[in-house]
């Protein structure tokens, strides 16, 4: 039976769209506020009847990760996704503004970028370390976006989503799109870091991701290896790099702003050494 599209604007607002599978404690409410031009097309995963109904433009209650979800509307809302240049899938925690998300979509068109990402700040979780925010650039050109928050060119999206094997959650999904995608376009993919994301850490959670309710970490991790070796991805064995990047016009905002990032750096850098040692010395005395 398929599920029902509980909210249809019809005829969309915008030629972006951004996608979110998304939970009960999703930080939706950041990303509209600001400059907003863009639809947002909601999958809700938690109980809570129409929780974001009233939010979106587009509204579907299914459960499961954001990308099994897109697929899922891939396949019987397809008609609908035709109509947008670009659709950015975000992790639904992801804190930044209406504003922002707009301009990354404009920086897409500008450098005409099959694929990006924003840049994390170190306030956050950063699992890779290239996609730590840099001071005094504009954007660098990668080999790697990470899955939590890649915006497509929508032509690009189509091709990987005909190979995509939603049995894939989330882990590893960034590497299979990187070997479809990225192995030849070296100025095609890039990290944005004039404009940068919190990507929440386990402590400003609770303790809790919402993703480990929906799959553990090593059945996520066993998906990805079957998928690696039925589809043969290479990506993974490459690791991440860096190719060029497009510097940030030198000025006092920039000046500014490169403080801002480096004093965050030191204070979190120093919270994180005083978290081990405590977890350290707790352990030694059990």
Known sequence: MTIPLIKNIDNPNSKYLVFTSAGDNANIHFWLKGHRKFDLWVSYYGNEENRYKDVSDFYIAKKGGKFPALHYVYQHWGEILNHYEAIFIMDDDLIINGSN?????????????????PAFSPIGRISFSITRVKPFSFLRYTNFIEVGCALFRRDKLDEFMKIYDPTLVAFGIEWWYSDVLIPDIEDKAAIVDKISCINPGNWLKGGQREIDLLDDHSTRVKSFRKIKKKYNIQSVTHGPLAFDSVKAPLSFSEIIRAINIYSIRAVFGFARIIRNLFRYFTRQRH
Do not use: K, N, V
Not at 103 to 117: A, H, T
């Open 101 to 117: 998300i707009s301009r990354l979509f404009e920086i897409r068109e500008e450098y005409d970028l099959w694929i990006l990402q």
